[in-house]
């Protein structure tokens, strides 16, 4: 009985973690859908609304890190509920701009506010939150949970187009900052207090030391992890997600000549398959060598930017790429948590994938940025596809150099630091 309960709270806290992420995402893509608006409304240059996304995604940058720790040390239940109150603060901020000379409201609002909401409401948080919980079928637990960051978006985000083709952009804020704000009382009532602890796993045996260090020693010993630093570098490609896709496929459908509704109907499907392939790569995850599953996501993205490069105003082949892309795009999460809690253990997992999505974060920054720029000087995206294509290629390569499988030399490096240590104390105490 005692296991059955434990079991359906697990799920419970999956299925918290799913729709958390589908607001804090939905949240995110709304950026991307008003810059035409904005435009038009305000007078914005895309390179300033591309900025915004940026400043955004390095307030994540910074604050993923800790939000990690914090999984690791105290949990999901308060960091959770209280992301969800800042990101619902954010977005209400956003919603309350009514002319072009208030445009701090949407640096402090989504910028600032909105990109420590995101960076707490993030998947690295919901992966940890869910690895620690399943030894069975983690990569699938992982995988169903993390899809919540796109899953949320194929109803949410043609609600908000609708908004705004009505002229309603700020409704479609307000709503995504009060469902906020609604979530996060519940998930302190729903999420028992104490129920964190971390399940036994093949790489956990040696962790019970590693948790008590402080957050510098965890830190010195990720960056001694080949592991670790293959999967950092590689992560940086989300240029090609988070900074490229995320933040420039709307306004690229606009510049096809495509209208608010049949732009986010097609982002809506590629954030729809996302769902299935994010689900497919954690259930393949626990099945299949997962170094080369995860490059061959990568090789796989290359393609799909070769696609994007010949849609010219074609519909139908807008719709392909975003139902090809949509399979690989957030799939890599799923892969990347199970390759991390099996190399380096789960109770620094949430540190470890912390400073993973930082990389992530000031990659999809630069893709951002690099987006904007790109078009304001040449009018078009095709220098910001080349760019993504090259790093993925460079990220497929160096995730297939990842060794899948537990590194000793965590134990060995805390136990010869703690040795070092007391020898200075002794040899302090007989001088």
Known sequence: MALRLRLSQNWLVVLIGFTALAVSFSSRGALSISMPIWKTEFGWSRSFTSSIAAAALLMMAVVAPFAGNAIDRYGPRRLLSSGLLILGLGMSLVALISNASQSWLLVVGFSLIGGLGFGIIAQHVVATTIATRFTESRGLAIGIGTSGSTAGQVALLPFLAAAIAAGSWRLGFAALGMTSLVLSPLVLLLVRPGTHRVVSNTASSKDTAIHRDSIADRLRLMAGSKTFHLLFWSLICGFTTSGVVETH????????????????????????????????????????????????????RVLCFLLLMFVDFSYPRLMLFAVLFGIFDYSTVPVTAAILARSTGVRILGLSMGVLSAGHAIGGALGALAGGIVFDETGGYTMLWYASIALALVAAVMATAVQDKPEQNWSCALNAGRYIKTVIVISRKWR
Do not use: E, H, K, Q
Request: net charge positive.
């Open 249 to 300: 496929f709307l306004p690229f459908a606009a510049l096809c000549g495509f209208g608010p509704v049949p732009s986010a109907t097609a982002y809506g499907v590629l954030s729809g398959v996302n769902l299935i392939g994010m689900i497919g790569a954690g259930w393949l995850s626990d099945r299949v060598n997962r170094p080369v599953l995860l490059g061959g996501i990568y090789v796989a």
